[in-house]
């Protein structure tokens, strides 16, 4: 490893979030057993119009341009997003999107979507075959159209990105997806780790033990993986890949040192021990930046402009109607107490790990109504560390 390699500039999440995923419509026509949203079959007439869109573009620039993802519900539900792509690729944003896997999404689409500037689509996939992916969706064919939208994206040249919910229903299948994802030349493989939220049942989530194992296979794929890999609603994947990776002793020794200043919740100490990390790992742009979590590097926009910290936390901070979607980042209670580690609770409160990783926020509120208290999907229990509370 280079050691000499310069550290990428540290991003402040007090100011900027380094993700914004916009619902732009909640209509879907699938029906899944997990959906956050509870995604109905109509649009909602009180969705953002395309003109407040383009003012939320606008108000957005004001974080640097963030990465951009357009998610649903279906998003291709709404006719205009085609323009809502078109317009935020003009005001400079790079822009992805997630559409549901369903006969809206044609060659055609495909086509359209790359040429008004998408620089990422990304497909879920929670099987490795038609009877266990759409046993999860619940609605027959959902795999097949799947394969098809793949095929497509690579016949027009856009990366691919695939999402998988790894729960009770599919956790024997994690090297058969992972084998999946490699066939159909995915750039990255995001395991998002079920949040009991939405249409989600505590009897669909795995416990600690599996999550830390399913984690730690994940940290090998970015040794052995031709495509990057990458954990949502489990930040405890930083844990891991410090353990696995780093020097663990130095690595400890940053993450408790007291902290020399108030910028940034510890990003600069995060982003130290984080670039520790071999550069030829598959992580994308995960080494670049600290701890992205609820809130903290992350926005959630709702279709009809509620502000939140994620999808997965459904806790309005304000709205844009109401409110620039920028002071309600920078300046609200809500937000800004997930970007304090020191208010954790817990066994997070007190964990060596709590800047760059801080637990699962989301899963937090979920399981117990507190979106402060411990993550209890993380199975480390921090017996050296100095408790706060």
Request: net charge positive; glycine share 6%.
């Amino acid at each position: 490893m280079d050691t000499n390699k310069p550290c990428p500039p540290i991003v402040d999440f007090s100011r900027s979030p380094f993700l914004v995923l916009w619902e732009l419509t909640r209509a879907c026509a699938l029906a899944c057993q997990h959906c956050r949203a509870k995604a109905m079959r109509q649009r909602n007439p009180e969705e953002l119009s395309e003109i407040e869109c383009t003012k939320l573009l606008e108000d957005l620039k004001a974080f640097g341009r963030p990465l951009l993802v357009l998610t649903g519900g279906d998003p291709i539900q709404r006719p205009d997003a085609f323009n809502i792509i078109q317009e935020a690729c003009h005001q400079g944003f790079t822009v992805a999107m997630t559409p549901s896997a369903t006969p809206s999404v044609t060659r055609d689409v495909i086509a359209k979507l790359k040429d008004s500037g998408l620089t990422r689509l990304a497909i879920s996939i929670d099987g490795p075959d038609a009877e266990t992916h759409d046993a999860f969706r619940r609605v027959a064919g959902s795999f097949t159209w799947s394969k098809s939208i793949l095929n497509w994206a690579r016949e027009f040249g856009l990366p691919i990105q695939i999402n998988t919910t790894m729960c009770r229903h599919n956790l024997e299948c994690f090297a058969s997806i992972a084998e999946f994802v490699e066939h159909e030349q995915a750039v990255l493989w995001s395991v998002f780790f079920l949040v009991t939220v939405g249409r989600a049942r505590p009897e669909l989530q795995i416990t600690a033990d599996q999550a830390e194992a399913l984690l730690r296979r994940m940290a090998q794929l970015t040794v052995t993986a031709p495509f990057d890999v990458k954990s949502t609603a489990a930040p405890q994947f930083r844990r891991i890949l410090i353990e696995q990776f780093t020097n663990i002793e130095e690595s400890t020794n940053k993450l408790t040192a007291p902290c020399k200043s108030k910028c940034d919740s510890g990003s600069s100490v995060g982003q130290a021990v984080m670039s520790k990390l071999n550069p030829k790992l598959h992580l994308g742009s995960l080494r670049s930046y600290q701890s992205v979590n609820d809130g903290k590097g992350l926005l959630f926009i709702s279709h009809t402009g509620d502000v939140q910290p994620s999808g997965f936390l459904p806790i309005s901070a304000g709205n844009i109607r109401e409110e620039s979607v920028v002071s309600i980042y920078r300046d609200n209670v809500l937000f800004k107490s997930l970007r304090d580690p020191s208010l954790l609770k817990g066994k997070c409160g007190s964990c060596r790990y709590r800047v760059v990783c801080g637990g699962s926020r989301a899963r937090a509120y979920g399981e117990s109504g507190d979106y402060l208290n411990q993550d209890n999907l993380c199975s480390f229990q921090d017996l050296k560390s100095n408790p706060r509370r």
